[in-house]
């Protein structure tokens, strides 16, 4: 005989999205902790239109056992199950040839996310409007927690989870679109994101977010998009970006190029040789530019031992970044050392915070006597290099 939930039985709730949980009549269950226990609920419900039959589970749950073990152990389960869970034959139906998890049991209501899930996803594919489409997105995305029952490394569940997860990035792909579609460019970022943390090697992924913060104005972060993008991709695949994904980013510069005042074009220092193996530096650089021409002036020091290639990037980073407006850079080894051996330059600061450059040379070869740039410091200090640097790079659209 079945025993009957009380009439005012809120139900049983089912979490199997980003972990395993059971919420029966508000309050959690926590009694269902093995994880072959997991497996077997998880396996019902999901497959609760059909009944299962005893020897499909015992050799699915138990693939290295003989029959006849598989078979106990599939009776001591099912034993700890009706243990376990509150109202279990209310839920789950079994005779001697099978199980079947109750799709609409007569005295008790159930839930599930992944089946929330699911019909979100159906009801944005069916919305007749954007705005009924996003909303469904939203609820459909919100309810993903993380991959199907992430605990469990059953063969079975391995196509079950990797179709959820598929679906999932697809709503956030097109939840991207809607989002954009409405200018609403915060949120698409976020959700741009969310979706570049699920597969950190999805160059669409990169593009959205450039593209996105172009939109937004902030056309820095969209180029440190970009060179995250390819550090990633050099590292983990060693490759390149992508031509649609090189196009974006060359899009971009020529954006950020058209934008800054016309000026004569700086001679190159060096060579046009490709710069190899520094994104990461390169990407600061852009940056600390992109905060200068928005107001924000930057000193950018580039330290490290002789040799490795500071001269060769800070004098490849003045042909672009600069844009169209000077540069003023200089170089140098001498200077005092103060008692722990760091050498302080001889350059001095006025006592306003401005820097008093005697004569420096500017990527045009002009020399300037007396070149005051913009404030950088605060009243007092002094400008400190290490030993052996070799360059020191203001970068100002003042200048």
């Not at 180029?223 to 050099?234: D, F, S, V």
């Not at 852009?286 to 490290?304: D, I, K, M, N, T």
Request: aromatic share 6%; proline share 7%.
């Amino acid at each position: 005989m079945i025993d009957e939930p009380p009439e005012d039985y809120a139900g049983l709730h089912i979490h199997l999205l980003g972990g395993f949980s059971l919420v029966s009549d508000d309050t959690p269950i926590t009694s269902v902790e093995w994880p072959r226990l997991q497996s077997l609920l998880t396996y019902l419900v999901l497959h609760r239109h059909s009944r299962q039959s005893r020897t499909h589970l015992a050799s699915l749950l138990w693939p290295d056992s003989t029959e006849t073990q598989a078979h106990t152990n599939l009776r001591t389960l099912l034993t700890r199950l009706r243990q376990a869970l509150p109202n279990a034959d209310t839920f789950v139906h079994s005779d001697r040839y099978g199980l079947q998890w109750q799709p609409q049991p007569l005295h008790a209501s159930w839930t599930l996310d992944v089946l929330d899930f699911e019909q979100a996803l159906v009801h944005a594919e069916q919305a007749q409007e954007p705005s009924a489409a996003r909303r469904a997105l939203e609820e459909a995305v919100a309810l993903y927690h993380g991959d199907l029952l992430p605990g469990c490394y059953d063969e079975w569940i391995l196509p079950e989870r990797d179709r959820l997860q598929q679906a999932f990035l697809q709503a956030l792909e097109r939840l991207i679109e809607l989002q954009e579609a409405e200018r609403d460019y915060d949120a698409a970022i976020s959700t741009a994101r969310r979706l570049l943390g699920h597969d950190p090697l999805h160059e669409a992924s990169y593009r959205h977010l450039m593209r996105l913060y172009l939109g937004s104005g902030e056309s820095a972060s969209a180029l440190r998009i970009y060179y995250r993008c390819a550090t990633i991709l050099e590292r983990e695949l060693a490759t390149e970006p992508s031509p649609a994904t090189q196009e974006v980013y060359e899009r971009l510069r020529q954006k950020s190029a058209s934008s800054a005042p016309l000026a004569t074009a700086p001679t190159p220092l060096v060579a046009a040789a490709p710069l190899v193996g520094r994104a990461h530096e390169w990407a600061l650089l852009e940056e600390a530019w992109q905060h200068a021409v928005a107001g924000r002036p930057h000193f950018v020091v580039l330290s490290g031992e002789a040799g490795i290639g500071k001269t060769r990037l800070g004098a490849a980073a003045q042909i672009p970044l600069s844009a169209g407006r000077s540069v003023v850079d200089g170089s140098g080894t001498g200077g005092t050392r103060d008692p722990a051996g760091t050498a302080r330059s001889s350059i001095p600061w006025s006592p306003d915070g401005v820097l008093a450059v005697p004569a420096l040379q500017t990527s045009t070869g002009t020399r300037h006597p007396g070149s005051t740039p913009t404030p950088a410091l605060a009243a007092g200090q002094s400008a400190v290099v290490r030993p052996g640097d070799a360059r020191l790079a203001a970068l100002s659209p003042a200048l």
